[in-house]
């Protein structure tokens, strides 16, 4: 099975071709969150550089868009070390293996990736490169650890114990904090039963001695990754005026001076989907999860599960907001940190799988 992936839209693509690999220059990975950066990554597989019409310059020069067509297989050995080192414990790179293979085989069944480049809709692949689908960074990160633990569960999938011929869309995050969050509060307002909120202390780090769950982390988490410190348990604070600032360019709105912020409806973790944003000039509903973390931060917030502290400045007459919050990532599915620690004490790829999608069992895609 070949699975095409969009890697890079720009108004011009560079690449060089090698012998049996291509390099893409200047590619955005971490697109709008707090790890938003450039690299030049080196790809196995096919390269097809599309233009893309751009109406928005009449004679001008158009949008060029980077596919890469690769076997599945192969794919999944770059997602895995990307998602996470490959350095990681095996029994963490094979859940990663089955859950990636399961979500990609989701992806390629439906309608074409869909994603908006200068007012053109561009849908001329299975699934893009970032973090949007799953992360996808050639071949800098992987080892014969990546490629072994695809070999592996080659062709193993979740599917739902009711409905074994549907594969499971198997989300996950990096820490979910201490609970993972069931679909609705992330996305449509289904109950998908796989996708649960239990209780997991594995991501708790401070179960550790300090020296061990540095190095834990040191060995599952990617170079820019390690670069994020204190996401399980995290704090923001801005003054008013900071706060104000960042809604009004993030949401387009002038909602004046915010004077609160109200949680009205939270998910089984405490993590927010409807929160009231109160300004002097504006009043608004936002929700789910991911637009209130894109709304509170220049970035992104690390997750919407957070208590809003406010007080008040008595010299400046002013407001102070402080987020006091827990996990990263949205939530729902397979908690990453969790996981490595789980299969760093032992736990098999089956039990942590069992852990995080309830009602699953592993299949073999036909």
């Not at 200047?26 to 950066?37: A, K, L, P, Q, S």
């Not at 990554?41 to 009449?58: C, H, M, R, V, W």
């Not at 990609?104 to 439906?110: D, E, G, L, M, P």
Request: aromatic fraction near 10%; charge should be negative; proline fraction near 3%.
């Amino acid at each position: 099975m070949k699975i095409k992936v969009g890697i890079l839209t720009a108004p011009h693509i560079e690449y060089e071709l090698r012998e049996n690999t291509f390099l893409l220059k200047n590619v955005r990975i971490g697109i709008g969150f707090h790890w938003d950066r450039y690299e030049d990554q080196e790809f196995a597989g096919t390269l097809e550089i599309k233009p893309i019409p751009n109406p928005s310059l009449k004679g001008g020069e158009p949008y060029q868009v980077a596919i890469n067509t690769i076997d599945l297989e192969d794919y999944l050995c770059s997602v895995i070390s990307s998602e996470m080192s490959a350095n990681s414990p095996m029994e963490l790179l094979k859940a990663h293996a089955v859950i990636s293979r399961s979500w990609a085989i989701r992806a390629i069944s439906n309608k074409p990736h869909e994603q908006m480049v200068n007012g053109q809709m561009v849908n001329d692949f299975d699934v893009c490169a970032d973090d949007h689908c799953q992360r996808y960074e050639g071949l800098k990160r992987m080892n014969e650890r990546a490629v072994q633990a695809v070999r592996e569960t080659a062709g193993q999938v979740l599917v739902n114990e009711q409905m074994v011929n549907v594969i499971c869309d198997c989300r996950y995050h990096k820490c979910c904090g201490g609970r993972t969050e069931i679909w609705r509060t992330c996305w449509e307002d289904i109950d998908v039963p796989y996708i649960q909120s239990v209780q997991c202390d594995w991501c708790d780090m401070s179960r550790q001695p300090a020296a061990v769950s540095r190095q834990i982390l040191r060995l599952v988490l990617n170079d820019y990754d390690q670069e994020t410190k204190d996401f399980r348990d995290w704090e923001v604070s801005y003054t008013q005026e900071e706060l104000s600032e960042i809604i009004r360019t993030k949401s387009g709105i002038d909602f004046g001076e915010i004077i609160d912020l109200i949680p009205l409806k939270r998910g089984l973790s405490g993590r927010i989907y409807e929160l009231k944003i109160v300004g002097t000039k504006h009043t608004e509903i936002i929700g789910k999860e991911l637009k209130i973390r894109q709304w509170l931060s220049k970035t992104c917030l690390y997750s919407s599960w957070f208590e809003v502290k406010k007080t008040f400045n008595s010299q400046l007459s002013t407001f102070n907001f402080q987020l006091i919050g827990h996990g990263w990532g949205h939530g729902a599915g397979l908690c990453q940190i969790g996981a490595a620690v789980m299969a760093s004490e032992g736990k098999s790829y089956e039990e942590i799988l069992s852990y995080y999608y309830h009602n699953t069992q592993l299949k073999i895609k036909d």
